[in-house]
């Protein structure tokens, strides 16, 4: 059975209405946002829950690995208006 199926093979009143996954081609931004996501993960050995934690507990590496990370978020913030 698939997940949002009724049985019968109707969609599921949950599933009526939203696009499937997958159900789109990737675009431009996306693409590049999600490169420069994992380059940033990769390169600074965090991923962003426990860079969050490490910061709080005081690792420098981790409190730069946030500032750059909110200004990224900023930085989207700004061109997408």
Do not use: E, I, K, Y
Request: hydrophobic letters at 45%; proline letters at 10%; charged letters at 15%.
């Amino acid at each position: 059975m698939h997940p949002g199926r009724h049985r019968h093979g109707a969609p599921s009143r949950r599933a009526r209405g939203r696009p499937r996954p997958g159900a789109h081609r990737p675009d431009r931004p996306r693409v590049l946002g999600a490169l420069l996501f994992g380059a940033g993960w990769g390169l600074a050995g965090f991923c962003p829950g426990p860079a969050l934690v490490a910061a709080g507990a005081g690792h420098g590496q981790a409190l730069l690995f946030v500032a750059a990370m909110l200004a990224g978020m900023g930085l989207f913030r700004l061109t997408r208006r």
